[in-house]
């Protein structure tokens, strides 16, 4: 038996010791700096090539845009070196900003252009902003009616319909009214339900071809005197509204289970997908016109509007099939077994989730969209793009930095809208996400 | 029951054959495919007879014809006396060069800024994250222009040079380096790379095998290199040293317009191809970036924990765990942008570096033969779509998961 001293007894604390606060290097300013800039060796390094970077393109960027900059002046000379050239030329941009908003649009005429701008700006509040009232009836007039209301203000409606348009309408509504009224027949079913929704249809049309055709007592524009931003805007905006209803239709054609449509939606969309936007482009410009039966002219915007519409389907169907596909079999199932036919299951079960699914992909194609735009100064249209160069050409403002101050403005343009649209996307992914499925 | 079957059969009789959904979906088919062929047809004739207006003839016999203008970069043999189709050729080697190389260099800068932006180091990270946001938000053509037009413009003029290690020399005519010299015996040394790629094949499969059997590990990698600098090296001096380098003269002296680099010397790049390279690396590699994060954030943290617990290093988890696992997400969105930036490549056509496009825009333009022309473009551009995106799901199918 061992022997039991009283004086080992080790010492025990009775009471707690008070919290110490932690090192130092662990919290605050300098534990953050610690932990992400300063972690290692080859970290530290790391972080001192960083901030060297991170200096050059400051200090390049703040030189050029602001510190050496010219803020005023009549014409190029004031951005000549000795004095300047060493930053942006900002009266160049300045004497030239109404070109590049609005074109050549003559210049009387240019409320039109500004009001089709506010209205615009105002729709897409209502369609974003979250606790708007009836924000699909916002989706609607921005995809129906706003297109029809730009197309009158800009170009000034007035559209004169003589000749054979007139009379192949007149035949073509025969012919559809006719079929509404046989085929239902034929297939032993009450026919008026279908004339009467095939009427409306073709009164919405007559009601918008009726529009266009009013003279609201505004002059006519020409498309060749549209650029700058303003066509940018539409080319976009067409590409969008157009592409949208088609990427369905041929989206549903490629999963339809009846052969042959599915093979021409296929081939349709790998087209378009493989090829380059500028081909399509080209193809527009020199292929078209010959396509068209004699005397037909279209217009040059429309070509390209054209080209641009038929590429952006293709990318639109891709993004619809994702949704399509992405909808578990048994919303399919379920529509059809409560006996509903198939627009009905398209139509009111599968495509409301697909599309709600595929916003941010609609999103992302409509920047991608955005951008290719660009591309239209090449066919020889004035968008932001060919206005900027046509503008660096000028002999008045010839200067070392003409061409960078222009570029750099371009590049702020098309960044602020791409990457507003780009959050708005990230956002909406965030939001729609439920966390399951 | 009698009665109920009779009912039954005349219930189906009683459906219209029209009423059939097979019968219907053909009939709507066939609707369309007669729609379409109406459609064609029309356009057809409308060509025809538009094409006899303008008394344009149609067919490939233009191919054959002299095209008499110069191509300011040429992979093979191409003089103005050359034919419309051996001009069209040099704009497809053109397309594919410049496709190939970008794939490349905007594959190396991707992975690295996509493997910055997730750095913990912050300020990496964010640079990699402004570069990105910056990039992708930038039409393509307006970051040709400003290489183009802007960046290039400011070099030094065709009189002028800068110069790294006096062998790399840039100015306004583009940037000039060292071209190799093929003299008599060169063959040698080609065979001798050749044998060494087959020596390191042979060399990888015994690796793997001895690690497999003996679990005992090869310095592959080191041995590979040596291999690849050493048996050429060695081939080239016994060759007496077949290969060598022709430097860019630039000339100083004489005439003032004389001055400056002297033509056909040395291996050129043209600032055409350098702003649309530039461009196009700088573009894609954003992308392919943000590729790259998705991948690696797509392996669970789980797996690499699991790695570090079995005492693998950083390095190790990264090559035997995470990346494989990540390549599967990575693969098919990267083809997608190797087509892209193939595609993209076109956009040469508007600072005319000489691309499949620019070369037929200016065939198109000198012969009007539009049809042609444009149909080539497209047959083109999808055959070579076609075999990235066959090379590349057979790469994907390769690395794939294999399911059980």
């Known amino acids: 038996m061992a022997t039991y001293d009283k004086n080992a007894v080790a ?29 290692s060796i080859p970290n530290s390094i790391l972080t001192i090539f960083g901030i060297y970077i991170a200096y050059l393109g400051i200090s390049t960027i703040a030189n050029f845009a602001f510190i050496h900059a010219v803020w005023s002046g009549e014409s190029g000379a004031a951005c000549q070196p000795p004095d300047a050239g060493e930053g942006a030329c900002w009266p160049f941009i300045s004497a030239y900003f109404k070109q590049f908003v609005y074109g050549r649009f003559t210049i009387s005429e240019r409320w039109r252009v500004d009001l089709v701008y506010l209205v615009g700006a105002l729709g897409l509040i209502w369609l974003v902003y979250e606790r708007s009232p009836k924000r699909s009836l916002a989706a609607l007039l921005m995809l129906t009616a706003f297109p029809i209301f730009s197309l009158i203000l800009l170009t000034g409606g007035n559209f004169d319909y003589s000749g054979p348009f007139l009379l192949t309408c007149v035949i073509l509504t025969a012919v559809i009214l006719g079929a509404a009224f046989v085929i239902p027949t034929l297939t032993k079913s009450n026919p008026v339900p279908t004339v009467i929704a095939v009427a409306v249809i073709l009164l919405i049309i007559a009601f918008i071809l009726f529009l266009c055709s009013v003279d609201f007592g505004l002059i006519e524009v020409e498309t060749s005197l549209w650029g700058g931003l303003l066509m940018t805007l539409v080319i976009a905006v067409v590409g969008i509204v157009v592409s949208l209803p088609f990427g369905v239709v041929l989206a549903l054609g490629r999963q339809s289970n009846m052969p042959i449509i599915r093979i ?100 992302s194609t409509f920047i991608g969209l955005f951008k290719d735009t660009t591309l239209v100064s090449i066919v020889g249209l004035f968008d932001l793009l060919g206005m900027v160069q046509s503008a660096g050409s000028d002999p008045k403002w010839t200067s070392p930095v003409s061409s960078h101050t222009a570029y750099l403005f371009l590049a702020v343009v098309f960044w602020v809208f791409c990457f507003s649209m780009s959050r708005y996307s990230i956002y909406m992914e965030k939001k729609l996400d439920t966390g399951h499925g | 029951m009698a009665v109920q079957d ?90 594919l060069l410049i496709a190939f190389l970008g794939v490349i260099f905007a594959t190396i800068l991707g992975f690295l800024i996509g493997i910055a932006r997730l750095s913990s180091n912050w300020i990496v990270s964010k ?109 080239f001096f016994i060759a007496g040293m077949p290969i060598g380098l022709e430097h860019p003269q630039f000339v100083t002296t004489g ?13 050129n790049l043209t600032p055409e191809f350098i702003a649309l390279f530039l461009a196009l690396v700088i573009y894609t590699a954003a992308f392919i970036a943000e590729i790259v994060r998705a991948g690696i954030m797509a392996v669970d943290k789980g797996q690499s924990e699991a790695a570090h617990a079995l005492g693998l290093s950083n390095g190790f988890t990264l090559r035997l765990v995470v990346v494989p696992q990540a390549m599967r997400v990575i693969i098919p969105p990267l083809i997608s942008q190797y087509l892209n930036l193939t595609k993209n490549s076109s956009l040469a056509v508007a600072i005319a570096y000489p691309d499949l496009v620019a070369v037929g825009g200016t065939v198109l333009n000198q012969t009007g033969q539009a049809i042609e022309i444009v149909t080539l473009w497209m047959v083109i551009y999808l055959a070579i779509s076609l075999v990235i995106s066959v090379i590349m799901n057979w790469y994907n199918q390769s690395i794939a998961l294999v399911g059980r």
């Open chain 2, 6 to 95: 009779a009912g039954h059969i005349e219930d189906q009789a009683k459906v219209a054959f029209f009423n059939d959904p097979k019968v219907r979906s053909w009939i709507y088919q066939l609707l369309l495919v007669a729609f379409l062929s109406w459609l064609i047809w029309s356009i057809w004739s409308n060509i025809a007879a538009n094409l006899e207006a303008q008394s344009i003839a149609t067919g490939w016999g233009f191919l054959s014809t002299t095209a008499g203008f110069s191509i300011i970069q040429k992979l093979v043999f191409y003089s103005e006396s050359s034919s419309y189709g051996r001009a069209l050729w040099i704009g497809l080697l053109n397309t």
């Open chain 1, 11 to 39: 010492f025990v604390r009775s009471e707690m010791v008070g919290e110490s606060a932690a090192p130092a290097g662990e919290v605050g300013v300098t534990g953050w700096v610690r932990k992400n800039l300063f972690s």
């Open chain 1, 264 to 363: 021409i939606c296929v081939v349709f969309i790998e087209f378009w997908r493989g090829v380059p936007l500028i081909t399509v482009l080209f193809m527009a410009s020199v292929m078209l016109p010959l396509f068209m039966p004699k005397g037909v002219q279209v217009d040059n915007l429309l070509r390209a509007m054209i080209g641009v519409a038929f590429f952006a389907s293709a990318y639109m169907a891709e993004v619809v099939r994702g949704g399509l596909q992405a909808l578990p079999k048994g919303q399919y199932e379920g529509a059809q077994a409560l006996g509903l036919n198939y627009w009905k299951m398209m139509g009111l079960i599968i495509l409301p989730q697909a599309l709600k699914l595929v916003i941010p992909a609609i999103v």
């Open chain 2, 127 to 235: 640079i990699a994250t402004v570069y990105i946001e910056v990039i992708r938000n930038i039409p393509l053509l307006l970051q040709i222009f400003f290489w183009y037009f802007a960046a290039l413009r400011a070099l030094p003029g065709k009189r002028d040079k800068i110069s790294l290690f006096d062998t790399i020399h840039l100015n306004i005519t583009g940037l000039k380096m060292p071209s190799p010299v093929f003299g008599d015996g060169s063959w040698i040394v080609g065979i001798a790379f050749l044998l060494s790629l087959a020596a390191i094949f042979y060399l990888r499969n015994w690796a793997r095998k001895k690690q497999q059997e003996e679990g005992v590990q090869f310095p592959v990698f080191k041995a590979s290199l040596g291999i690849l600098i050493l048996v050429p090296l060695v081939a």
């Open chain 2, 255 to 267: 005439a003032v317009l004389r001055r400056g680099f002297t033509l056909g010397v040395g291996m």
